[in-house]
């Protein structure tokens, strides 16, 4: 890890810089994945599942059948939490539907905006290591809600055929409407381009490794919109000195343990506090079954100490986290500080796994400074916003000398003569 006590802002730019990820002609790859897809159809995705994930798997659709085994291998216990955070995840998105207000802006003049759901969305849910059952509820709560006619996923299969038994209950439970055995970047191909099995869809959603990422940005050459840019995970914690070191640490790591790529930032105003949590970590980590992962993460990752916590936002704001956790004791003084942050966490006891699994915000967010300009996923993800505008014949007459004019000075004649013509 990386230790700075009190440094320069002339030096932030170089703190708050991510890894950087070997790129090994990803693209060239990408390319080649979305021609052989396009090209050989199923029989393309059922080669790639031999070649990347040993995985023989002849037909490329879940079964009714597999999808009824799959809640049979899984613990009343973790039905029951699957349930209760989709019912917090529904209750928070159901919120944020918007009623539709009629505004009339000129006498006889009536302008208003109407939401279209996303006939056809897809989503991608990495499996392998850490199978994200969760990202199922995180996508396809909001995308019933919002009134998506199809939802289709795509998660890779395991050595024996097989996708992770979680992901297929939270995908029934939620509404799915096909589920397909494929992973990666071959996945994102057929969901953008379609296949024999696989329909084409209209936005894809969704995390995944460096090569997902780069074939959700390559499907947008399709027509194909995405979710947002994304990179490997990572969160930032705020502590002064009534922040718990013990509980820093430990959020710190609950992100670090992703994966190798993902970076954690620890930023504190409290010598005490910055010395016990690094100590913390260095105890907390060797307890984790996935601190291979964790160590790694920490070698790209920083702990610094700032002056104030005004300048603890401002070193926060620069970063743009993912996750931005607000260890500190009056944490409603400080948020309208926050300008840069995909989700936060205020207070000692709302640690970053809450937004991961059950509080019910969506923890699919803009990583790698994309919060910079991007929002996490919402329901607005799911739907169209298209604008209605009625006119009257005294709406015209009231509005109609002030187009003209434009249209006219414009140049375009025959944008002022659609006005002229039916003011005559």
Excluded at 334 to 361: H, K, R, W
């Amino acid at each position: 890890m990386k230790i700075y006590r009190y440094p320069t802002k002339d030096s932030w730019k170089d703190l708050v810089k991510r890894p950087v990820l070997e790129q090994k002609e990803i693209s060239g790859l990408i390319t080649d994945i979305f021609a052989e897809v396009e090209k050989k159809g199923d029989q393309a995705l059922r080669e790639f599942n031999k070649k990347f994930d040993k995985a023989d798997t002849q037909l490329i659709s879940v079964t009714k059948q597999e999808i009824e085994n799959a809640e049979k291998q899984i613990s009343d216990e973790l039905k029951q939490a699957i349930q209760q955070a989709k019912e917090n995840i529904s209750k928070f998105h159901a919120s944020q539907r918007q009623q539709i207000q009629k505004i009339e802006t000129t006498e006889g003049v009536v302008c208003w905006r109407e939401n279209r759901a996303v006939e056809r969305v897809g989503i991608y849910i990495p499996g392998g290591t850490a199978p994200l059952f969760s990202t199922v509820l995180m996508l396809a709560v909001p995308a019933n809600l919002a009134g998506c006619k199809e939802i289709i996923l795509c998660s890779p299969p395991d050595k024996n055929g097989n996708i992770n038994p979680a992901i297929l209950f939270a995908a029934n439970l939620c509404g799915v409407s096909e589920i397909f055995k494929t992973g990666g970047a071959q996945a994102v191909a057929a969901m953008a381009l379609g296949t024999e099995s696989i329909p084409q869809v209209n936005k894809i959603f969704g995390p995944g490794n460096q090569f997902v990422v780069a074939a959700k940005e390559y499907a947008q050459r399709y027509g194909v919109a995405i979710d947002m840019p994304a990179g490997p995970s990572e969160v930032l914690v705020i502590g002064d000195e009534q922040a718990v070191p013990e509980f820093c640490a430990a959020d710190l790591l609950s992100q670090a343990e992703h994966g190798s790529d993902s970076q954690v930032v620890f930023v504190t105003t409290n010598l005490k506090v910055f010395e016990e949590t690094i100590e913390a970590v260095g105890q907390q980590i060797r307890d984790l079954p996935r601190n291979e992962f964790a160590a790694q993460a920490l070698e790209n990752s920083s702990f610094v100490l700032v002056n104030s916590l005004e300048e603890a936002l401002e070193f926060s704001n620069l970063y743009a986290p993912e996750h931005l956790i607000l260890a500190i004791g009056d944490f409603e003084k400080y948020i309208p500080l926050v300008q840069n942050a995909g989700s936060v966490f205020l207070g000692n006891y709302s640690c970053e796994s809450a937004g991961d699994y059950a509080s019910g915000t969506n923890h699919t967010l803009p990583t790698n400074a994309y919060a910079k300009n991007y929002s996490g996923v919402s329901l607005d993800s799911f739907v169209k916003k298209i604008t209605f505008q009625y006119l009257s014949k005294e709406g015209l007459q009231n509005l109609g000398k002030t187009i003209e004019l434009m249209a006219e000075a414009e140049g375009l004649f025959a944008h002022k003569n659609a006005v002229s013509i039916r003011l005559k």
